[in-house]
């Protein structure tokens, strides 16, 4: 009697494949241009805002917003369409790397493929956006903000309670960046041993700058999602540019808003700079 060997399940399945995709050389590049990509967004978010902090025209801005910016630069639709390449591939490696568990130079935690599925699923809705903008499907009104999201939800049957989650979640997210900035823990993800003393020295100084930095962000927008259900107020719940837009309303405003924005900016080098040093 002969007996054949069970055919692996599509989980099985679906590792194998994302085993074999991440061995291919083309995939590390994937991930290197979309942390140019990510860095790209970043620095025009935090320039925008550093120039609204010194009073020279600028304006608090989402990621969406910056890819607007970057579509109205001469040779716009060129750099858009690299940014939005960029963008899929981050995606891509984030999503991949979350479901196989681990890169070709690095193990990850359960906690960081949960995180690499939430950045995955972020950065992909971003790359979409970038596409409609490219489409001309996009205008500054085209989409829901914050409060209007919000208020959708809150009419959810147990709305209040998954507005408050996010909320709670986004507020830990801010706390694990503060933790990584202090601690340095971000640098257990670089090829440290590759870089010059002065190198390394510089991309710690901005990559824990950076991480302070949406810290303080993400703290701001997961208070405002946890108030907008306590309250059952949805005009509590705010974006990226509503917490840049806080912070300038707030005592010694434009200074805070100056140290935050200079500080995605320093976000933006790092990521840019971590390209090329980032354990694919």
């Known amino acids: 009697m002969t007996t054949t060997s069970p055919r692996p399940g599509p989980v099985r399945s679906a590792q ?21 990509a990510r860095g790209i967004v970043y620095g025009i978010v935090g320039i925008l805002a550093l120039k609204l902090a010194v009073g020279s025209g600028g304006k608090a801005t989402t990621q969406r917003g910056a890819l607007q910016t970057i579509a109205r630069e001469p040779f716009g639709q060129a750099l858009l369409i690299a940014t939005a390449v960029g963008l899929a591939g981050y ?7 979350a479901g196989i ?13 949960v995180a690499g599925v939430a950045s995955g699923v972020a950065y992909a809705a971003l790359c979409v956006t970038a596409v409609k903008i490219l489409a001309g499907a996009s205008s500054s009104g085209g989409s829901n903000s914050p409060k209007q999201t919000t208020a959708g939800v809150l009419n959810w049957t147990g709305g209040t309670l998954i507005v408050g989650v996010v909320g709670a979640i986004l507020i830990g997210v801010a706390l694990g ?19 010059s003393l002065e190198v390394k020295r ?18 701001l927008i997961g208070y405002g999602l946890l ?8 005009h509590q719940a705010i974006g990226l540019d509503g917490a840049l837009n806080k912070l300038s309303h707030n005592s010694y405003g434009p200074f805070l808003l100056g140290v935050v924005a200079a500080g995605l900016i320093g976000f933006a080098l790092y990521s840019i700079a971590d390209a090329r040093y980032r354990k694919i």
Do not use: C
Request: glycine content about 14%.
């Open 16 to 36: 194998r494949g994302g085993e074999t995709v991440s061995r291919r050389r083309e995939f590390e590049w994937m991930a290197r241009v979309g942390l140019v």
């Open 91 to 97: 995606a891509i490696w984030r999503l991949v790397r």
């Open 101 to 113: 568990g681990h890169g070709t130079e690095q193990k990850d935690s359960g906690l960081q493929r």
């Open 177 to 195: 960046q503060g933790y990584k900035g202090v601690s340095k823990r971000f640098l257990d993800s670089s090829k440290t041993a590759e870089m």
């Open 202 to 219: 510089g991309f710690t100084a901005i990559g824990v700058f950076g991480h302070l930095a949406r810290m303080v962000v993400f703290g």
């Open 227 to 234: 108030r907008a259900a306590i309250d059952y107020n949805p």
